[in-house]
């Protein structure tokens, strides 16, 4: 089974507006983290945001916020006001075993191309 | 602070060459990792290097293999290149505990002919 789910291969968005997207993750540890990343064409792996397992509030970095729903195992990444630079793709990731663990290794989605049109 | 940096950007090798990467972490980090990415693959984990030791080891054979130096620097080598090998070869840094975020460097595009 995968660990890392993302649905939707593309999104597309106006600009200014919000989008979601979505990322489901599958564990049985109880101290994990989740991660996303935007990957434009250049390549280079962009870090987003973070969220913890225990982390009571919902992450959040300037335009990007995350969804966390433990119990239902989602991590869905907002994006407020769109930009035509953020049209790139998007990944969601996961640490498990966070808590006195030594997994150091991210295990990734397939990620979701996003395109900003104008 | 400088990101991380990798070297060379774009490779291109033939079937049984054998290529060396590299990847200098942000000033600090002691942790580098290593991914593959591929479009049929996605992106998979090599191996993760802390204080010159491997620490974890992803499922790939043995024609590939790393090392970290004292400085922290990391190489990677892939021998007896096959053609399933070209893909985007991503190095990432952290401090070095679990709950460390990853940055990752431009990568290295390495293509086999």
């Known amino acids: 089974a995968q660990k890392i789910t993302q649905t939707q291969p593309g999104m597309f968005v106006q600009e200014k507006e919000a989008v979601t997207l979505d990322c489901t993750y599958d564990t049985s540890d109880q101290s994990y983290g989740l991660f996303w990343y935007k990957q434009p064409s250049s390549g280079e792996m962009i870090f987003l945001i973070y969220q913890g397992s225990y982390d009571e509030q919902n992450a959040t970095e300037g335009r990007y916020s995350l969804n966390f729903q433990k119990a239902r195992k989602s991590a869905n990444l907002v994006i407020s006001a769109s930009q035509l630079g953020d049209s790139a793709m998007y990944f969601c990731?996961?640490?498990?075993?966070?808590?006195?663990?030594?997994?150091?290794?991210?295990?990734f989605g397939k990620g979701t191309l996003l395109t900003v049109n104008p | 602070k400088a990101g991380v940096t990798q070297t060379p950007r774009y490779l291109i090798k033939t079937r049984g060459q054998q290529v060396t990467l590299s990847c200098s972490p942000i000033s600090g980090h002691r942790s580098v990792s290593w991914y593959q990415q591929t479009p049929g693959q996605g992106l998979q984990f090599l191996f993760e290097y802390f204080s010159e030791t491997q620490r974890n080891k992803g499922n790939f054979p043995g024609r590939f293999s790393g090392r970290q130096f004292s400085n922290s620097r990391s190489e990677m080598n892939v021998s007896t290149l096959e053609l399933g090998d070209s893909a985007l070869y991503l190095c990432?840094?952290?401090?070095?505990?679990?709950?460390?975020?990853?940055?990752f460097g431009p990568g290295t595009r390495l293509t086999v002919l």
């Open positions: 990432a840094s952290s401090l070095g505990q679990v709950v460390d975020t990853q940055y």
């Open positions: 990731a996961m640490r498990e075993g966070t808590s006195g663990g030594s997994n150091y290794k991210l295990t």
